[in-house]
């Protein structure tokens, strides 16, 4: 059993049998501020931040050790967090961590920082960050190749993975190139589940993608998100 709480943008958290992994959260300004970390504390917490962008990362994180102090911080090699603040790891991309009891490999983000792959509780977990097929229509050819050919690069190297939970952006912005990092990953890796995000509150994203039929082969596995701080349950046979 995999529980899986939307809070905003591209913040989630993940429940297993012993562990809260909680991914680029971020309030914007306290507005989306869901947590109430005292909550999760019979549960091995673990807060992943993929780079330093207002969107993916909020200081808030480090009130949350005033109530848990044993909780522990998973951060790319570009956020800096507070002196005062305990249990950090620093992580790079390419690199594969064993933190506690739970195993971290990062990847090589083509926009800033890091993306995320987590096994905890034989549960496999991936949250993009910001590594995404951003192929934007005002830029070069040249650029939107290198973009393409970098993340190709990066998700061929889950090629052998079963992920159970994937968190992938869906950018609106790059018009009908949306789909393409969803795409990509969907087509090239066996994920049981995947979760769009960075769709900035255009939650009518998920009826695109039902339509979308680049999307045709996969789009079942795709988890409709109506609204800010949403819970789902993924059982076994759901995934």
Request: proline share 3%.
């Amino acid at each position: 059993m995999i529980q899986v709480t939307y809070f905003h943008h591209s913040g989630f958290m993940v429940e297993t049998k012993n562990h809260c992994l909680i991914f680029d959260y971020f309030t914007e300004n306290g507005k989306y501020d869901f947590v109430d970390i005292a909550k999760y504390s019979n549960k091995k917490i673990f807060v992943f931040v993929s780079h330093f962008h207002q969107d993916h990362y909020d200081r808030k994180i480090f009130d949350w050790q005033k109530t848990i102090p044993e909780i522990q911080y998973v951060l790319s090699h570009d956020v800096r967090p507070l002196p005062t603040v305990q249990n950090v790891h620093s992580v790079s991309f390419g690199k594969t961590y064993e933190i506690d009891d739970i195993t971290v490999t990062t990847f090589h983000s083509n926009d800033e920082g890091v993306a995320f792959l987590v096994q905890a509780d034989d549960k496999v977990i991936y949250h993009a960050g910001d590594l995404n097929w951003w192929h934007w229509n005002g830029e070069s050819e040249q650029f939107n190749k290198g973009i393409a050919g970098m993340y190709k690069k990066e998700i061929d190297k889950m090629k052998n993975t079963v992920i159970d939970v994937a968190f992938v952006p869906v950018d609106p912005r790059l018009e009908e190139n949306y789909i393409l990092g969803l795409d990509y990953i969907m087509k090239t890796v066996q994920v049981k589940k995947a979760f769009p995000m960075h769709f900035w509150q255009k939650y009518d994203i998920y009826d695109e993608l039902q339509k979308d039929s680049r999307a045709a082969q996969y789009k079942n596995a795709i988890v409709e998100i109506a609204h800010n701080n949403q819970t789902f349950l993924l059982t076994e046979e759901e995934k």
